[in-house]
Nanobody
Framework: VQLQAFGGGLVQVGGSLRLSCTAS????????MGWFRQAPGKEREFVAA????????AVADSVKGRFAMSRDNAKSTVYLQMTSLKPEDTAVYYC???????????????????WGRGTQVTVSS
């Protein structure tokens, strides 16, 4: 199983980025997907999750209204559209996959089975 995240980079405050994560080696349309992030010196935190049906089921309060997660099952890819970026959004962003035959979702990193390597997002002020 491989999850490859890309699209990170350096952006100014108020800017936008779209992260992508492509999965291989798993039945993508039976996995719920999540985005997490980890800032230097901090624990990894949940950002957003989407069910295998495509519904954005949950999003962290810190990014609500600014970030949106979506997926394209035909491309085995999930996206994280990030807008109105703030310096506190600076982190390594990880995508994760979770087998979920019930069509649910999860917000705890312990509930995910596969992880990508992460992509760095830096927001400069």
């Amino acid at each position: 199983v491989q999850l490859q995240a890309f699209g990170g980079g350096l952006v100014q405050v108020g800017g936008s980025l779209r992260l992508s994560c492509t999965a291989s080696g798993l039945t993508f349309n039976r996995c719920s997907m999540g985005w997490f992030r980890q800032a230097p010196g901090k624990e990894r935190e949940f950002v957003a999750a989407v069910t295998w049906g495509g519904k954005m089921a949950a999003v962290a309060d810190s990014v609500k209204g600014r970030f949106a997660m979506s997926r394209d099952n035909a491309k085995s890819t999930v996206y994280l559209q990030m807008t109105s970026l703030k310096p506190e959004d600076t982190a390594v962003y990880y995508c994760a996959a979770r087998w979920d035959v019930s069509g649910g979702y999860a917000t705890s990193d312990h509930d995910y089975h596969y992880w990508g390597r992460g992509t760095q997002v830096t927001v400069s002020s």
